[in-house]
């Protein structure tokens, strides 16, 4: 087997190419796999990538194992398989080096820190780690978090209304159940896609306003509930100004909400981000983040700061359920944040994307094609304007020929609207120097 | 300060204890709380129970720290705290020894054990820890659930098509995701509330049928979908006989489905349990369970076994949204069932219980009134009829008095239903020997 095995997640990049060279028949059934050890030479990876990657086709039923003897490939049932279930969509796509779309910089995670945080954690609090976790998360992890909060983004916010949750979807379902599913969602367009699926998928209905988001715009589409990303919206860079901000406070004081996703704060470039809406009107805004972005995408953990009489109803509702996210893991963030490592990582991150972002935006300019860079003011993408392009899809299409995988603005239409057009989205969050040397 | 803490959950007895003498005014706002050291010393605790409590009740702003001076009580808005606001339901009460409503021996959770094997995975995976989980949870560990299943249940299950969540109510609600709000979904009556209560929480509507599932009552109540235990009830402890279950099936084969929520299994006394709803027909059962009552109740892991069709929907629907149980506890959980861990706790706890239910029976049979003891086929619960008692609060009231807290079988009634009269569910799953010698 020849396969090559760069990129961020090579246990699944593995995976995948044996099982889609089994689904095609390139592999046939019964064939002897390589022995762990053997391809783990061959490929220069670890044993412990093979294993992983072996145990997956395993538990998947791709190949079976016979004592004393290895692994085997299995009759694989077509029919069942014909649609390529993925697991996940992100996946780096076969023949891809760089991903333009997705991706975390996981190399970067202080992992020693974090493996040392744990350890202590286990042996301070020991068997404390079994006990029931409340159901809005931890006590001194949501103090952690609101001193965090108060230190990095000025938000004065009472740890008490810190709702700690499994990932930001986790939690935009619970504020459908907070809202009520009767409630009419509005998010940007051009936007995240996920955040409207999730909202569709929790059994409430959204409309789309623009990324540009003008109070009248709100006013206009009837909605109730209002998602934004105030300080940088993704994918165009939009900010809200201040005047705009405070007509939309006074659009939600009438009994309204805004949902503040500050999703990426962490990573701003240039200068101090605009004061929080949350810090407007603590009473009307729902602020949330996500440490998904900013550790690595398996931290599945994100928290929220809800106006006091919703935190009320949230206890009234789910007073009865447990949190979600592991003592264990939540104890470790704790010492994370309270230690000042946090900061010390995003910093480092920082500083790399910048000359991450000053590599990419010199490859742009070294096109033999005009390129109108346009900053979004963060430090995880950019957008890059092809005037002369004939179309979106040329342009993908280009960059898939040479081992790319990006999407353009269009890409991000929840329905139709005024856009850039040939207008590349160059989210390198995942991308490495070595990788941009394609 | 000199409070009592027996109790399996020390810190958050001592929170509560706190908090209450602050909200009724007991302690004053601006009084210094006792040092850590001195406060566990009188209490006979550790300094981490008593920094724990301390650091929840600074979390909810109930107390603050000066440095170098200590806690001190704060000003506390009444208004706001008036209703008080509990973070869990189920804290054990103020007053009450012992709890026969809710609880785990968590005393008996193998946790040397489990953090050798939480060390252990740290070493060996290392930073694969942080790579994307799949949706349906961590193959290895879907692979070590199929094959625990088949020892200990005998099921068949192709572990492909188990998805991995964070305990029970999450599950359910992806269930609804799944099969959609549309559906009518039939609970048992009596039964446990909280299933219920998630469907309704989750835009579902819910219809009770006896629990002793019947066939014609399933019919007549036009559910879609049913939510069984069908080898042990909670809290009849009623069994559905196999040509029942055979009737259900051919109800489900019309395009319904039965939810098999075997939650308890680990825990029957006598006998093999009757084969799973599931092996019957695995193209119309869901079947479901969870680790929290047999590790611990913060581990929030549970698992179900999809029927194939059903498997593909849910990768079409959740295929872009990551796992919301991390992969370090999963993999954990993969070791300690792999390296039979698992199946060594559950022989010891269902050798303690065996004795703490002997133990009780025994305190049942001593009382100077009659009582008529169901035997519920569990090692966790048994239902004490008390043929002379005026009423079921009767019951429960003199319980309280002797710092008992129990519930009846009436407590269990989501509808009208014929019960017997004057029942207490004695749930020992959280009693200790020394709980008992109240």
Chains 1, 2 share one sequence.
Not at 14 to 25: F, K, T, V
Not at 341 to 358: D, P, Q, S, T, V
Request: hydrophobic content about 40%; proline content about 5%.
């Amino acid at each position: 087997m020849l396969y090559d095995l760069k990129g961020k997640n090579k246990y699944y990049t593995l995976y995948s190419y044996i099982r889609d060279d089994i689904l095609s028949g390139k592999i046939k059934s019964g064939t002897k796999l390589p022995s762990k050890r053997a391809l783990a030479q061959d490929l220069s990876v670890s044993v412990i990538t093979v294993q992983t990657a072996y145990e997956q086709l395993l538990a998947e039923g791709y190949i079976y194992s016979e004592e004393r003897s290895g692994y085997f490939v299995a009759e694989v049932n077509v029919d069942f398989h014909g649609k390529r279930e993925l697991p996940c969509e992100e996946e780096t796509e076969r023949g891809c080096k760089l991903d333009l779309v997705n991706g975390t910089a996981v190399e970067l995670f202080p992992f020693s820190v974090w493996a040392k945080l744990m350890r202590k954690v286990l042996s301070d609090c020991g068997e404390h780690l079994l006990e029931r976790v409340p159901c809005s998360g931890d006590g001194e992890l949501k103090r952690a978090v609101a001193a965090y909060l108060y230190r990095a983004r000025g938000i004065d916010v009472d740890p008490r209304h810190i709702v700690i949750g499994a990932g930001a979807e986790y939690l935009y379902g619970i504020i459908v159940k907070l809202l009520g599913r009767d409630k009419l969602y509005a998010v940007e367009n051009p936007g995240y896609g996920k955040i409207a699926a999730t909202y569709r998928l929790n059994g409430a209905e959204y409309v789309c306003v623009n990324a540009d988001v003008s109070s009248a715009d709100v006013e206009k589409s009837k909605a109730d509930v209002l998602h934004v990303s105030p300080s940088h919206q993704y994918p165009t860079g939009a900010v809200i100004p201040a005047a705009e901000r405070a007509r939309l406070i006074s659009w939600a004081v009438g009994g309204r909400y805004v949902i503040e996703d500050d999703y990426d704060s962490e990573f701003r470039l240039s200068g101090k981000p605009l004061q929080c809406m949350y810090s407007l009107c603590p009473d009307r805004v729902i602020y949330m983040n996500t440490f998904s972005k900013s550790l690595a995408p398996s931290m599945r953990m994100g928290y929220m700061v809800l106006p006091p009489a919703l935190y009320k109803r949230y206890l009234e509702i789910f007073s009865n359920f447990a949190c979600a996210v592991p003592l264990f893991e939540q104890k470790t963030l704790a010492a994370m944040l309270d230690g000042g490592y946090f900061e010390r990582h995003i910093n480092r991150l920082k500083n790399y994307y910048r000359g991450i972002r000053a590599a990419v935006t010199a490859k742009l300019k070294a096109l033999p094609v005009p390129c109108r860079i346009h900053d979004t003011g963060s430090g995880l993408h950019l957008l890059a304007e092809f005037p002369t392009a004939p179309s979106d899809e040329f342009i993908k299409e280009e960059a898939e020929k040479r081992g790319i995988r990006l999407k353009c603005l269009s890409d991000y239409l929840l329905a139709p609207a005024e856009i850039i057009k040939c207008c590349a989205v160059i989210n390198y969050s995942g991308a490495t120097y070595e990788k941009l040397e394609i």
